[in-house]
C-alpha cells in the first residue's frame, strides 16, 4: 500500500534525553521490511525532546511562538536526517522542506523523509497533509500511548478507544495546547486534513517496533479514526 507514516519524536528519546540509537536501526530495520513487501512509504519525523528544550529556552530568552515554531521545524528535520541515515539507498537523501518537491521525491520509489514544514501546527499535521498529497491509502501514528482514550490517559479510569470520530476526536482533543511544542496528539489542521479528504487513520504505541508490522497487517491495534459510521 501507499502510506504515511508519522513518527513520534518522542520515541526516538530517551528520559535524559539520550538518542535512542537502538530505535532508530529498529524502525529503519521495519521500515525496509515493509519496502519490500511492496509499500511505498513517506515518513514523517517529530521533534521530541531536542525540540521541547530549544523551544522553551528560546521563549524565556523572548522569542516569539513563530520562532520558537521554526526551531521545532528545523529539530523535526534533524531527526529525520538521523532515520535518512539508518536506511541508507532506500531513503530519498534530502529531507523534504517544500511539498512540490514531496511530490516528485515520492515518484522516485524511494522512502522519503520530512520533518516540520509551516509554523502554527505540528509534524502530525505534516502527515496528513503529506497522506493527502500523494494519495495515501492509510496515515498511521506512532506514538508513546495505546491510542486516543476517552479523557487524559493519566486520569484513573481512562479508556482507550478502539475507533474514534472526527468529532469525539475534536472534543477530547479541545484541551490540547497551541503554543509551539505543545500539539499533543493531533493538532487542527491535522484534524480538519484527515477529515476534508476522509483520510484513514490509525493512531498506535510505536514504544513497539513490532507494532508497525502489526498496522500494516491490519491487525487492530490503536485507535482508528472513524469517518463513516458503518465502518
Ligand atoms: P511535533 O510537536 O510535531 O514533534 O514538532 P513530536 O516530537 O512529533 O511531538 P509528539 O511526539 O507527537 O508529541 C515539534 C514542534 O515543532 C513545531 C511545533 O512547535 C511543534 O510543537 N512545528 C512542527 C511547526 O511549527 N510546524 C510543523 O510543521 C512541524
Redesign the pocket.
Known amino acids: 500500500m501507499r502510506a504515511v507514516l ?1 513518527i ?4 526516538l528519546y530517551d528520559d535524559n534525553g539520550q538518542i535512542r540509537i537502538d530505535r532508530l536501526r529498529e524502525y529503519a530495520d521495519s521500515i525496509k521490511s515493509l519496502v519490500k513487501d511492496g509499500h511505498s512509504l513517506v515518513v514523517v ?4 525532546k531536542p ?1 521541547r528544550v530549544f ?1 522553551s529556552a528560546a521563549r524565556e530568552l523572548g522569542a516569539n511562538e513563530a520562532q ?6 528545523k ?2 528535520r534533524n531527526n529525520a536526517e538521523l532515520l535518512c541515515a539508518a536506511l541508507g539507498n532506500l531513503a530519498y537523501p534530502k529531507i523534504i522542506d517544500d511539498y512540490d518537491e514531496l511530490e516528485v521525491a515520492f515518484n522516485h520509489g524511494k522512502v522519503v523523509l520530512l ?12 502527515a496528513a497533509a503529506s497522506a493527502e498529497l500523494v494519495q495515501a491509502d492509510m496515515l498511521f501514528n506512532a ?2 500511548v495505546d491510542g486516543v482514550y476517552d479523557r487524559n490517559p493519566e486520569e484513573n479510569g481512562s479508556k482507550k478507544l478502539d475507533t474514534v470520530d472526527i468529532t469525539q476526536l475534536r472534543e477530547i482533543l479541545s484541551s490540547e495546547g497551541i ?7 493531533f493538532d487542527p489542521v491535522a484534524i480538519g486534513i484527515v477529515e476534508r479528504s476522509r483520510i484513514p487513520t490509525v493512531i498506535f504505541n510505536g514504544n513497539d517496533p513490532k507494532n508497525l508490522k502489526r498496522v500494516f497487517s491490519k491487525e487492530k491495534i490503536g485507535t482508528r479514526i472513524l469517518h463513516n459510521k458503518n465502518e
Open positions: 508519522k513520534g519524536g518522542s520515541l519525523v517529530g521533534g521530541g525540540a523551544i520558537c515554531d521554526w526551531l521545532g521545524i529539530l523535526a520533518g516540520g514544514m509551516v509554523p502554527g501546527q505540528s509534524t502530525n499535521a505534516v506514538t508513546n503554543r509551539a511544542g505543545q500539539y499533543n496528539l
